[in-house]
Each structure stands twice: as C-alpha cells, then as structure tokens.
C-alpha cells in the first residue's frame, strides 16, 4: 500500500471520471441554470426550424411548380428565408448562452480556488512549490 502523499493524492485525483467530483461541480452550474434552460429552449427553435425548411420546398413543388401556379411562390420562399433567419439567430443564442454559462462556471470555479490558495497559511507553501501549485490549478480548471 502507498503512503499517503502528494504522488498518492495526484494518483487519486487522475480519475477519468468521480461522480463525488461531478457533483460538487454542481454547486457552480446551478447558479447558470437560466442560461441552460434558454440554451435548451432555443435548441428546440433551432429544430423545429430546420423541419420546417424541407417541409417548405415540398410545398413549394407540390402545390406550386407541379401545378404550374406561380401564384404563393414568393410567400413561400419568403417564410422559407425566415425560416432560416429564424434558425441561424436561435443557434447564435444557443451557443452564445452555452459560451456563457461555461466561462460563468469557470469563473466562480476559479474564484473559490484562489479564495482558497489565499486562506491557507504559509508554511503549506514552504512544502509544496508554488509553481507546481499554480499549474496544477491553471490546467485543472482548464481541463474541466
């Protein structure tokens, strides 16, 4: 059996995954879960969007170009470029509250870590070397 130490906590804390880790990380989403639910509702836009836009050109052949009626045409292609419009602003939003609801959380993340560095006393820095500290906190977070 190892003996506990910096090796052995590195060891531990190299998991691929820890449910115990997962929900400690928890504490920092739930503060963004109204940039989650409108990422979500607007992945929905963003489907419901993309059906629509085949449905659209089949309705323009059906009912238009097989006929040989010009007439609807232009409403059609009309509601087929808001269509679009539609999609391409609701996945901009998406992404755009995805983006932010992460930097949110490895912000706060980054936050309590520093918080913690600078509560600890002085002589766990004369047993660790601050720079091995400081990369394992930098690629941690960057890592997650």
């Known amino acids: 059996m190892r003996a506990p130490g910096p090796a052995h906590e590195e060891e531990v804390l190299g998991k691929a995954y820890d449910a115990r880790l997962a929900r400690r990380l928890l504490e920092f989403v739930a503060p963004q879960a109204r940039l989650i639910a409108l990422s979500v509702i607007l992945m929905f836009v963003v489907m419901g969007a993309q ?6 050109v089949k ?37 755009y509250s995805m983006e932010m609801t992460g930097q949110n959380v490895i912000l706060h993340l980054r936050e309590r870590v520093f918080r913690h560095l600078l509560s600890l006393d002085s002589s766990f820095f004369d047993r660790y070397p601050v720079g091995r500290l400081m990369t394992r906190v930098t690629t941690d977070i960057e890592a997650l």
């Open 59 to 95: 309705l323009l052949f059906d009912d238009h170009v097989l006929k040989g009626d010009p007439r609807g045409v232009a409403g059609l292609v009309l509601v087929y470029l808001l269509a679009i419009t539609v999609e391409l602003l609701a996945r901009y939003g998406q992404l």
């Open 51 to 56: 059906l629509l836009q085949p449905y659209l």
